[in-house]
Nanobody, 115 residues
Framework: QVQLVESGGGLVQPGGSLRLSCAASSSILRTSAMGWSRQAPGKEREWVALIWRGDSTTYVDSVKGRFTISRDNAENTLYLQMNSLKPEDTAVYFC?????????WGQGTQVTVSS
């Protein structure tokens, strides 16, 4: 089992930046993939970015060129660097990890983009 704890959310103005962190309770080398998803009020959860064991990455079109997912295996931490934030990026952001056939989720961190 893997426990995930997100941090780094907050209120930021349009055009600003935030870096989200996701601390894992055990080695993330066990994971086949990790990622970030988000859920805005009244909307379904959508995946945002994925990073695979070999460090290849995938992004949803709406964040390409603005968000960067990365991982620090030594620190067992997943990151999401978010630049040029837009009001439509406002959501609760969740990290998740795939270990075998199981998917583990964090509790989420709120990101609000507003002037």
């Amino acid at each position: 089992q893997v426990q995930l704890v997100e941090s780094g959310g907050g209120l930021v103005q349009p055009g600003g930046s935030l870096r989200l962190s996701c601390a894992a309770s055990s080695s993330i080398l066990r994971t086949s993939a990790m990622g970030w998803s988000r859920q805005a009020p009244g909307k379904e959860r959508e995946w945002v970015a994925l990073i695979w064991r070999g460090d290849s990455t995938t992004y949803v079109d709406s964040v390409k060129g603005r968000f960067t997912i990365s991982r620090d295996n030594a620190e067992n931490t997943l990151y999401l660097q978010m630049n040029s934030l837009k009001p439509e990026d406002t959501a609760v952001y969740f990290c998740h990890a795939q270990v075998g056939t199981s998917t583990y989720w964090g509790q989420g961190t709120q990101v609000t983009v507003s002037s």
